[in-house]
């Protein structure tokens, strides 16, 4: 449990998980080339780890000049219900710490702007079904797909975007009714 945390809660492995995610499969080659500003070796090493932990899998394999390389696909990217109670928590939690240490690094910066750098925070309550969830969400993945996908140039920024979902206090999920 203790290394998907680390996993979920590290900027460079979220970058990777999004991008095996919006190509469904990838090899750590087709990585660097999509992430030129991560070093080869941070690649192979985040890959193992996640492999490790389940993360991701090996779907296939090609051999180039004698060497096998892997091609890797998803594999347990939300919280499952094998994760639900502690286990659960404790991945929240973490990430949730996470954007908490970003937040405070960034306010003690002396060059911190929140205008210029587009910080913000929103909170939506929507009452859906969850047809009608799980369709928002698709548009959601599929806007975020179009500009993840983008080639980072000198005048890119990293910005870390997080999407967040859980029932309102106290109330129950429609399937629950």
């Not at 979920?8 to 998980?17: A, E, F, G, K, Y």
């Not at 890119?156 to 106290?170: Q, T, V």
């Not at 109330?171 to 009714?177: D, F, Y």
Request: charged fraction near 25%; include cysteine; hydrophobic fraction near 40%.
């Amino acid at each position: 449990m203790e290394k998907l945390i680390k996993i979920l809660t590290d900027p460079i492995s979220n970058r990777i998980i999004q991008l095996i995610r919006i190509n469904k499969r990838l090899t750590v080659s087709e990585i660097l080339i999509r992430m030129p500003d991560i070093p080869r070796a941070t690649v192979y090493r985040k890959t193992e780890r996640m492999l490790k932990a389940d993360v991701i899998e090996v779907i296939d394999t090609h051999r180039i000049r004698g060497q096998i390389e892997n091609v890797y696909a998803l594999k347990n990217y939300f919280i499952s219900p094998s994760q639900n109670g502690t286990d659960g928590m404790k991945i929240m939690t973490s990430t949730l710490i996470q954007i908490f240490e970003l937040c405070s690094s960034y306010f003690k910066r002396d060059d911190a702007d929140v205008n210029r750098d587009k910080l913000f925070v929103l909170n939506y309550a929507l009452s859906l079904s969850d047809i009608d969830f799980a369709s928002m969400l698709n548009e959601m993945y599929a806007v975020v797909d179009k500009y993840q996908g983008r080639q980072i140039t000198e005048k890119s920024h990293i910005r870390n975007l997080y999407l967040m979902s859980m029932p309102s206090g106290g109330e129950q999920n429609e399937q629950e009714k």
